[in-house]
């Protein structure tokens, strides 16, 4: 598993525990707790949105990277055996 999977799998599970921790402790009444379990969930996802985000543009740069490297590599062994279009 690489990193940026690990990182989300963390971050759900400790959301998920985080949730229920609270619904457990909670000391309001139930519309209160829905009202902060309902802030606390979007923002969790808003988060969850932005964190994907940055792993999509980072996977991006790379294989934009990755792309570039080999393109770079078979013109130099086109160059290398004079190879012609």
């Given amino acids: 598993m690489n990193n940026g999977v690990k990182i989300l799998t963390g971050f759900s599970l400790g959301l998920l525990t985080g949730a229920v921790a609270g619904l457990l402790y909670a000391p309001e009444k139930g519309d209160k707790t829905r009202k902060k379990l309902k802030k606390n969930v979007d923002k969790s996802y ?12 980072t996977l991006n740069k790379e294989i934009d990277s990755v792309s570039s490297k080999g393109k770079e590599t078979i013109d130099q062994l086109k160059e290398s055996v004079n190879y012609k279009n």
Avoid: G, R
Wanted: charged share 60%; hydrophobic share 25%; net charge positive.
């Fill in 46 to 57: 808003k988060d969850s949105i932005k964190k994907i985000d940055e792993l999509k543009s």
